[in-house]
C-alpha cells in the first residue's frame, strides 16, 4: 500500500486506532458503502480492548439518552457474534457491588436508585450465597444487578474480520500526523514515510487521540488514566460473579481532573492533576483468567514511570480484604491507557471548525455503547440524521480553536 510509487489510494474514510470503537467504526462504515481504511499500530492488540473486563453496565443509564443507549447495545451484543460471525464470549452475568462493613448499606443504595436498573440491596448472607468466596466480615451487604460480559479482544478481532470481508483495508502502522490541506481541513494522515488521503479521518486512538489532535492545533476535552490491573493465567478456582466495590472514586477522580484550572496540564507532561484510587474488583474470563483491579492515575505523560510492584501489592491488599481466596494467585501486573471526557458521556461526530476531522472516543462505559453508537454514527455521516450523535458532539466542549 501506498509506498510513494504511483498514484496515492484515496478513501471515502480513514479510522485511527482498530480497538474496540475503531474496529466497530470501521465496520460499520463499510456496511453503509463507504470506502474505508483502518490503520493500527499493533498487530496484536493492546491497551484498554486488551485488558478490559468486558462488562457491559446496560442497567446503567441514568438519562433518556444514556438509557436507550444502553437498551440497544445490550440488544446487539445478544446477537453480535451471530452478526459478524465471530465468537464474542458474550455471557449474562451478576455484578456484585460489595459495601464496606463500615459503611450504610441503605444509604449507599440510595446512590444508585436512578439508574434505569436500580441495583438490588441484599444481606450479607445473600451476597456470600451469590458469590461463596466472599469474607463476610469484609461487607456490611451487597448491590445486584444484572450484568453482560463479553470478551472486549475477541468483540474487535470479530468486527475487525467482518469488516475486512466486507471489503475494507487495514494497514499496521503508526499515525504520526493528521494530514493537512488548504485552510481548515484534515486530508488524510501521515504514517511515517507513508501517507494516506481522505475525504475524513476518524481518530478512535483513545488516550493517544488528544495529543495526536493536539499536533494538529486542534485541542478536545479528552483525557485519560493510567489504569492498572493484575492478570492471571487460567486458574481452577471459579467466580460465581464479577465483583467490584459499591463506593466508586472513579468519576469524582475524573470530575477533578478535568476542572478548567486544570486542564492545560494535560498539554504537558510529568503533572499529575488528582492523586491515585484504588477502587478493587475482580471479573473472570471464560478460559479461567482474573483480571484483578484497579488503581486509576491520572498521569499527563502517556509513558510514565509507575512502580509495579508496589502497584500490585495494594492491589493484592485491596481484593483479599473481600476475597481471601485470591490472595496467592499468580499474576502479573500490568496498565493501560483508559480515555474519558470532561461530562462522563463520548465525544462523537465531526470536530467543529475543522473540515474532515471526527472523534470516536472518551467512553466511560464503553462496551455497551459502543456498538450502537458505531451504527448510529455511520448512519449518520450517510446523511440519516440522528439526536443523539448530535447531542454527543465534540463541539460541546465550548471550546476556542486556533486551528490556523
Known amino acids: ?29 463499510v456496511q453503509q458503502g463507504f470506502s474505508v481504511l483502518l490503520i493500527e499500530q499493533h498487530s496484536t492488540l493492546q491497551g484498554g480492548t486488551r485488558f478490559g473486563y468486558g462488562g457491559l453496565a ?8 444514556t438509557r436507550q443507549l444502553c437498551a440497544e447495545g445490550i440488544e446487539r451484543h445478544r446477537s453480535l ?25 441503605q444509604t449507599i443504595a440510595r446512590t444508585y436508585a436512578q439508574f434505569a436498573i436500580p441495583p438490588r440491596l441484599v444481606s450479607v448472607q445473600d451476597a456470600c450465597e451469590l458469590e461463596p468466596l466472599i469474607a463476610p466480615q469484609a461487607i456490611a451487604g451487597a448491590l445486584v444487578v444484572p450484568h453482560g460480559r463479553v470478551n472486549p479482544e475477541a468483540v474487535a478481532n470479530a468486527y475487525a474480520r467482518a469488516f475486512l470481508r466486507a471489503g475494507g483495508t487495514r494497514h499496521i502502522a503508526q499515525v504520526t500526523e493528521l494530514r493537512r490541506g488548504d485552510g481548515l481541513q484534515i486530508t488524510g494522515v501521515v504514517c511515517g514515510s507513508e501517507t494516506f488521503a481522505s475525504a475524513n479521518v476518524a481518530v478512535c486512538a483513545g488516550a493517544l487521540s488528544r495529543s495526536l489532535l493536539k499536533a494538529a492545533r486542534i485541542p478536545v476535552r479528552l483525557y485519560f488514566t493510567h489504569a492498572e490491573l493484575i492478570e492471571t493465567p ?56 482474573l483480571r484483578i483491579g484497579q488503581i486509576s492515575r491520572t498521569l499527563t505523560d502517556p509513558t510514565a514511570t509507575i512502580d509495579a510492584a508496589e ?62 453508537l458505531a451504527s448510529r454514527f455511520a448512519a449518520h455521516a450517510a446523511g440519516q440524521r440522528d439526536e443523539a450523535i448530535e447531542q454527543l458532539s465534540p463541539g460541546r466542549w465550548q471550546m476556542t480553536h486556533n486551528a490556523t
Open 58 to 65: 446496560y442497567w446503567s443509564g441514568t438519562t433518556e439518552l
Open 311 to 372: 502497584s500490585e501489592a495494594a492491589m493484592r491488599r485491596g481484593i483479599t480484604d473481600v476475597l481471601p481466596a485470591l490472595e496467592t494467585v499468580p499474576g502479573t501486573w500490568h496498565r493501560c491507557l483508559v480515555a474519558f471526557s470532561h461530562d462522563r458521556l463520548p465525544l462523537i461526530g465531526a470536530i467543529p471548525g475543522v473540515k474532515g476531522v471526527h472523534l470516536f472516543s472518551g467512553f466511560s462505559n464503553p462496551l455497551v455503547l459502543v456498538p450502537p
Open 234 to 289: 487460567p486458574i481452577d478456582l471459579r467466580l460465581q460473579a464479577l465483583v467490584m466495590p459499591a463506593e466508586t472514586q472513579r468519576f469524582e477522580m475524573e470530575a477533578a481532573a478535568t476542572a478548567a484550572e486544570v486542564d492545560p496540564l494535560w498539554d504537558e507532561p510529568g503533572h499529575e492533576p488528582t492523586a491515585p484510587i484504588l477502587d478493587a474488583g475482580v471479573v473472570q474470563l471464560v478460559n479461567g483468567q
Open 81 to 105: 457474534s451471530q452478526e459478524l460471525d465471530s465468537d464474542t464470549q458474550f455471557r449474562d452475568g451478576v455484578l456484585l457491588l460489595t459495601i464496606r462493613s463500615d459503611s450504610n448499606p
Open 1 to 29: 500500500m501506498n509506498k510513494g510509487k504511483g498514484r496515492m489510494a484515496h478513501y471515502d474514510w480513514i479510522v485511527v486506532g482498530g480497538g474496540i470503537t475503531g474496529s466497530a467504526l470501521s465496520y460499520e462504515l
